[in-house]
């Protein structure tokens, strides 16, 4: 199959790239509390300067922070910010300004993942261990492996922006309150689990694309 011409793909308008943001952060029962932040959101978009890449990274941010005019004027006065024209260097600066967000101990777990090749397959439970004789986390004699591999998963999954979760083997607790925070993901691995129930609010799941469930005791789908 051959290919031709080239279909350049303009940037978002304001009106747009704010819709888009909105989007993700907004239900439509919550449209009074949108429009009152619309200001603000305005200012923030302007800076992704329409590319929905930079918008997607922004908006994985901004789930994690309270809905309030204060939150987001310091957001938006954020040191990461800064205009370039370069498409490269905008969405360098999008994920930095991710990155910074995160607390001190999760930037020394997600600079770990840098060890491993793209896309290599990682299990969830084998981070644990790792990270404890890193330093990242310490050694707690009530918490066992699993659960502070769990706990390690919330603290991620809390900044909005997981896209892979491969947790085959794993005793990852897969629950609805969990899948709400995980909106953006678009591959679940949780083949050779326990699980036995899959939580309906998997059905929420929009930008889901890869759904491994082989060897489960799941019976049914919602």
Request: aromatic share 8%; net charge negative.
């Amino acid at each position: 199959m051959k290919a031709s011409g080239i279909h350049h793909v303009n940037p978002l308008s304001e009106e747009g790239s704010w819709d888009m943001l909105r989007r993700q952060l907004f239900s439509k029962q919550e449209e009074e509390l949108a429009n009152d932040l619309k200001e603000l959101g305005l200012k923030i978009v302007n800076k992704c300067e329409g590319l929905p890449i930079a918008i997607k990274v922004i908006a994985g941010v901004l789930v994690t922070k309270e809905r309030t005019r204060k939150e987001w004027q310091i957001f938006l006065k954020n040191y990461a910010w800064s205009s370039s024209e370069l498409f490269d260097e905008q969405i360098r600066r999008a994920l930095r300004l991710s990155f910074e967000d995160l607390p001190s101990h999760l930037k020394q777990c997600f600079l770990y993942f840098s060890l491993y090749p793209e896309d290599a397959e990682l299990d969830l439970e084998e981070f644990a261990p790792l990270w404890v004789a890193e330093g990242f986390i310490l050694r707690r004699l009530s918490v066992a492996n699993h659960e502070a591999a769990n706990e390690i998963f919330d603290s991620v999954a809390d900044q909005g922006a997981l896209r892979t979760l491969l947790a085959s083997y794993s005793d990852i607790l897969l629950n609805d309150e969990r899948l709400t925070r995980l909106s953006h993901l678009r591959v679940l691995d949780i083949s050779k689990t326990g699980i036995q129930l899959l939580p309906d609010s998997i059905g929420n799941l929009m930008h889901l694309r890869y759904l491994n469930l082989n060897f489960t005791n799941i019976a049914k789908i919602p």
